[in-house]
């Protein structure tokens, strides 16, 4: 198995631009979610998804779109972004109530 | 809301040196506990999983404990090597509500001297 992947490692963005960070998993998980790391503030939930076509908000979604439409994949969208989401990205998966696993991260810079 | 706390925020020892890494939490209805590493630049490596019905679990030289009455977690570290200088990061997740949403302390840094 090759757990959670992101892609890509690095990416560097202007003010404005969009972009999509790709997360998939080959675990069958049903619950996946996308987490900002940021100096000082810790790991911060940003979107979650208990299975296919079905996702939710987490502590800091503005700026954010996700969907989810296959058990494998969910991706995250920035329409617009901003330097405040200069960060590092990651997501992970589950099945439920169980251990969580994370890909290896996405570090985005906004100028 | 739930809050987790992890002291100290950061830890030197000396090679060999048996050590306690300390999170707390203060919403005591969890589901579970997870104990996690993170190398510098890297991503997050599950170490232990406790479920709130267990009061330990052990791997190797790591043995986390889990008190949930009193909202607190120890990781245990047995004769540490410098390979051990990380990040570790503890994590709760609610027992109702948000499914499986991970709440994050924010870390301690621990360096483990040769």
């Known amino acids: 198995n090759a757990g959670v992947t992101q892609t890509p490692k690095f990416q560097v963005l202007k003010t404005g631009q969009s972009m999509t960070l790709q997360c998939a998993q080959d675990?069958?998980?049903?619950?996946m979610s996308w987490y900002r790391q940021d100096p000082g503030m810790g790991l911060r939930l940003i979107h979650y998804?208990?299975?296919?076509?079905?996702?939710d908000q987490g502590e800091v979604p503005n700026g954010y779109n996700v969907s989810r439409s296959t058990t494998e994949d969910f991706p995250l969208r920035l329409l617009s972004a901003a330097p405040s989401q200069t960060s590092v990205y990651f997501c992970?998966?589950?099945?439920?109530?169980?251990?969580?696993?994370f890909g290896p991260g996405t570090r985005l810079t906004v100028l | 809301k739930q809050e987790v706390t992890q002291i100290p925020a950061a830890l030197s020892v000396p090679e060999g040196e048996n050590l306690v890494l300390n999170c707390s939490f203060t919403?005591?209805?969890?589901?579970?506990l997870q104990w996690f590493r993170q190398d510098p630049g890297k991503g997050l490596t599950s170490l232990l999983l406790?479920?709130?019905?267990?009061r330990e679990q052990t791997s190797g030289r790591l043995n986390a404990s889990l008190d949930k009455s009193s909202g607190r977690s120890t990781l245990y570290i047995a004769a540490s090597q410098p390979g051990d200088s990380a990040t570790y990061l503890c994590?709760?997740?609610?027992?109702?509500?948000?499914?499986?949403?991970?709440?994050f302390g924010k870390g301690t840094k621990l360096s483990v001297k040769p």
């Open positions: 992970a998966s589950s099945y439920f109530g169980n251990e969580q696993f």
């Open positions: 675990m069958n998980h049903e619950y």
């Open positions: 998804s208990v299975g296919a076509g079905i996702t």
């Open positions: 919403d005591s209805a969890i589901y579970n």
């Open positions: 406790i479920q709130s019905s267990q």
């Open positions: 994590a709760v997740k609610g027992d109702g509500g948000s499914q499986g949403n991970l709440i």
